[in-house]
């Protein structure tokens, strides 16, 4: 990928047919990074709309109400959601939202709550009375997490790796200047069971590499 070498695109060498880009970049970012497998799509609104759009197509996705943002390139939260098939129970409120808030929520909605998403804010802060929920508490409720973070680092010395959510999104991925990985690209971490059929919608949203 970055090492000034011929590669194939979508070219199998052992078939002589079309072959896919989830082959290659995805096997060796599931390895880096301890993940059953891996998807790679071109940003991390993408990331989000397929793994909503596998989990909880017409199902119900618990968000905060702090998290409901715009990131980049104007993409809103509650449409991508929308976008997804997935119906949004927002949770808490803008500046306060407690594993209570959450754990009500489940309960309420019982099997129609999907997943919890916890959304990356980006450069959106929110100062004084405050108060948000780890994702390793929201791993506590017994339904899947999804956690958005943005350009944060997934590195195996970070704790919360060890038993993390079941899916990673993440956007502009940092490696370093040779690693191949383009910054207009996005990824998704998790368990092997997500990606086994991939989603329909994956075409458009490929990576462009």
């Given at each position: 990928?970055?090492?000034?070498?011929?590669?194939?695109?979508?070219?199998?060498?052992?078939?002589?047919?079309?072959?896919?880009?989830?082959?290659?970049?995805?096997?060796?970012?599931?390895?880096?990074?301890?993940?059953?497998?891996?998807?790679?799509?071109?940003?991390?609104?993408?990331?989000?709309?397929?793994?909503?759009?596998?989990?909880?197509?017409?199902?119900?996705?618990?968000?905060?109400?702090?998290?409901?943002?715009?990131?980049?390139?104007?993409?809103?939260?509650?449409?991508?959601?929308?976008?997804?098939?997935?119906?949004?129970?927002?949770?808490?409120?803008?500046?306060?939202?407690?594993?209570?808030?959450?754990?009500?929520?489940?309960?309420?909605?019982?099997?129609?709550?999907?997943?919890?998403?916890?959304?990356?804010?980006?450069?959106?802060?929110?100062?004084?009375?405050?108060?948000?929920?780890?994702?390793?508490?929201?791993?506590?409720?017994?339904?899947?997490?999804?956690?958005?973070?943005?350009?944060?680092?997934?590195?195996?010395?970070?704790?919360?790796?060890?038993?993390?959510?079941?899916?990673?999104?993440?956007?502009?991925?940092?490696?370093?200047?040779?690693?191949?990985?383009r910054r207009s690209a996005?990824?998704?971490?998790?368990?092997?069971?997500?990606?086994?059929?991939?989603?329909?919608?994956?075409?458009?949203?490929?990576?462009?590499?």
């Amino acid at each position: 990928m970055g090492d000034g070498r011929y590669a194939t695109l979508e070219f199998d060498l052992e078939t002589g047919t079309r072959g896919s880009r989830q082959e290659r970049a995805p096997a060796l970012l599931a390895r880096a990074c301890g993940a059953e497998a891996a998807m790679v799509v071109n940003n991390c609104a993408s990331a989000v709309l397929l793994v909503l759009a596998a989990l909880a197509d017409g199902r119900e996705v618990a968000v905060s109400r702090g998290e409901l943002v715009e990131i980049g390139g104007g993409f809103r939260i509650p449409e991508v959601l929308s976008q997804s098939g997935a119906r949004l129970v927002e949770v808490g409120t803008t500046n306060r939202t407690r594993i209570e808030d959450f754990a009500d929520a489940v309960a309420t909605h019982g099997s129609d709550i999907a997943a919890v998403l916890s959304v990356h804010r980006s450069n959106y802060r929110i100062e004084g009375f405050t108060e948000s929920t780890p994702v390793a508490d929201l791993a506590e409720l017994g339904v899947p997490v999804v956690a958005d973070i943005g350009s944060g680092l997934l590195d195996a010395a970070c704790p919360w790796l060890a038993d993390g959510p079941p899916a990673w999104l993440q956007d502009e991925p940092g490696g370093p200047p040779d690693s191949g990985l383009r910054r207009s690209a996005g990824y998704l971490l998790g368990r092997q069971a997500f990606w086994v059929d991939p989603r329909p919608e994956s075409s458009p949203v490929r990576p462009t590499w």
